[in-house]
């Protein structure tokens, strides 16, 4: 399958996109911790899913899926914390990105497992 026709790595790298620019903005505010641990966070979900892609074996495949799958438990942490701090630039976009994100991930980590 070509990458281009890959759902998962289109959504991972639209989402990273995304989450550079909200970065940005956080920077520009001068909440640089924050803005750190979401740019690292946020930005190493599609990293190891483009990994995977190229995996030794099923279960290096699934490894790279389920660390992708901690990243995106963090980035929501992230998320969160700017959802519910003060002054900060709206979220709700994001989470509903990362939400669609981490549905597809987990089906395909449950899939991967099954066969």
């Known amino acids: ?3 281009k026709d890959n759902i998962i790595i289109k959504l991972t790298f639209q989402f990273a996109l995304e ?3 909200y970065c940005e903005v956080l920077q520009e505010d001068r909440r ?3 803005a750190n641990q979401l740019l690292k966070s946020g930005t190493s979900i599609g990293a ?3 990994e995977a892609q190229n995996a ?3 279960a ?3 490894h790279k899926f389920k660390i992708s799958a901690k990243e ?3 980035t929501i942490y992230w998320l969160e914390l700017c959802k519910y701090s ?3 630039p709206n979220v709700e976009e994001l989470l509903e990105q990362i939400s669609n994100i981490s549905r597809v991930v987990n089906k395909i980590i449950i899939t991967s497992k099954q066969k």
Do not use: L
């Open 60 to 62: 290096d495949f699934i």
């Open 72 to 74: 995106i438990e963090e």
């Open 32 to 34: 640089f911790i924050i």
């Open 1 to 3: 399958m070509e990458e």
């Open 48 to 50: 190891n899913i483009r």
């Open 86 to 88: 003060k002054n900060y």
């Open 56 to 58: 030794e074996s099923k």
């Open 19 to 21: 989450i550079i620019k």
